[in-house]
């Protein structure tokens, strides 16, 4: 298994086992990313977007088909979009000592 295949699998098995506690949101860990990397923060956006399927996808199938897939696309990039930003946010006040270990993508 390649090392990028591994941390994807890694994550998804953490994001699986902690959407079922909470369906609307999910906790991603990142303590075990280097998150001043390219390779540390692609590995993040995958978990979050991963995140975002699960807690988007946990409504169910309330509408008809079409509605319900251009539901769950935007609430997947609103849900990552969102998470993205907090992780901006979250990174400015690392640098003065608040460590970011996880975060919780929300529908």
């Not at 640098?95 to 919780?104: E, I, M, N, R, Y």
């Amino acid at each position: 298994m390649t090392s990028k295949a591994r941390w994807a699998f890694v994550g998804s098995c953490v994001i699986a086992t902690t959407a079922l506690a909470d369906p609307d949101g999910v906790t991603v860990h990142c303590g075990d990313l280097n998150l001043n990397t390219a390779q540390g923060m692609h590995v993040l956006e995958g978990r979050i977007n991963s995140a975002a399927h699960q807690v988007c996808h946990y409504w169910g199938n309330e509408y008809e088909p079409l509605v319900q897939l251009d539901k769950d696309r935007r609430c997947v990039h609103d849900s990552a979009a969102s998470a993205m930003a907090e992780v901006q946010v979250r990174l400015a006040h690392a640098k003065l000592g608040q460590p970011l270990d996880s975060l919780v993508v929300r529908r």
